[in-house]
Nanobody, 128 residues
Framework: VQLQASGGGLVQTGDSLTLSCAAS????????LGWFRRAPGKEREIVAA????????YYPDSVKGRFTIFRDNSRNTAYLQMNSLKPEDTSVYYC??????????????????????WGQGTQVTVSS
């Protein structure tokens, strides 16, 4: 599967933005997904993860309560809803996928090394 991230842009502090991650085919439903970001001069970090089933999600404290990850397997697309954006959210955002199976349908993956498929990044800039 290939991933295509979109939806980035320039917004102001407090604004909302939704990123999309479109997959190339319907094997999308066999992958757990994650959103990562990399700010200039910093390491890439995870901001959200979702299980294959969509029933389990993960957020680090930095975005918990502000970001929501969800998926629509009928559209082969994952989303990252970002609310109450802050200047420190400014980054290039990436979606990624890791193959999952019947034995871990409710498991999410939080480590970058676990993700083998990456989309290109989409820039999010939050002005103060």
């Amino acid at each position: 599967v290939q991933l295509q991230a979109s939806g980035g842009g320039l917004v102001q502090t407090g604004d909302s933005l939704t990123l999309s991650c479109a997959a190339s085919d319907n094997t999308f439903s066999t992958y757990a997904l994650g959103w990562f970001r990399r700010a200039p001069g910093k390491e890439r970090e995870i901001v959200a993860a979702i299980s294959l089933s969509g029933s389990s999600t993960y957020y680090p404290d930095s975005v918990k309560g502000r970001f929501t990850i969800f998926r629509d397997n009928s559209r082969n697309t994952a989303y990252l809803q970002m609310n109450s954006l802050k200047p420190e959210d400014t980054s290039v955002y990436y979606c990624a996928a890791v193959k999952a199976g019947w034995y871990n349908t409710d498991y999410y993956f939080t480590r970058e090394i676990q993700y083998k498929i990456w989309g290109q990044g989409t820039q999010v800039t939050v002005s103060s």
